[in-house]
Nanobody, 115 residues
């Protein structure tokens, strides 16, 4: 099973940028659909963006501002976050789904957007 470790979160001012990284190990990374989810206090976890092969999908709330990408040679998936807003504040989780349906989650990284 895949093991996932996120990094890159932190405190940023509104309008700023962050790049989240998710390093994977333990399985064939390129065969997995990868996604970024987030969970704000008091809210349900929601899908932010996903990537499978050359196909990507983004939530309406982050379209244009966030970009998901992957580097299979480095077993890493990224989430570039631009024009951050206070409502983007959340714990961001990396997710992987294998071709057999096995799901893996990272431990999460905190993103706080505040002046």
């Amino acid at each position: 099973q895949l093991q996932l470790v996120e990094s890159g979160g932190g405190l940023v001012q509104p309008g700023g940028s962050l790049r989240l990284s998710c390093a994977a190990s333990g399985s064939i990374f390129s065969c997995h659909t990868m996604g970024w989810y987030r969970q704000a206090p008091g809210k349900q976890r929601e899908l932010v963006a996903a990537i499978s092969g050359g196909y990507t999908d983004d939530a309406n709330s982050v379209k244009v501002r966030f970009t998901i990408s992957r580097d299979n040679a480095k077993n890493t998936v990224y989430l570039q976050q631009n024009s951050l807003k206070p409502e983007d504040t959340a714990i961001y989780y990396c997710n992987a789904v294998s071709v057999t349906g096995t799901v893996a989650w990272g431990q999460g990284t905190q993103v706080t957007v505040s002046s």
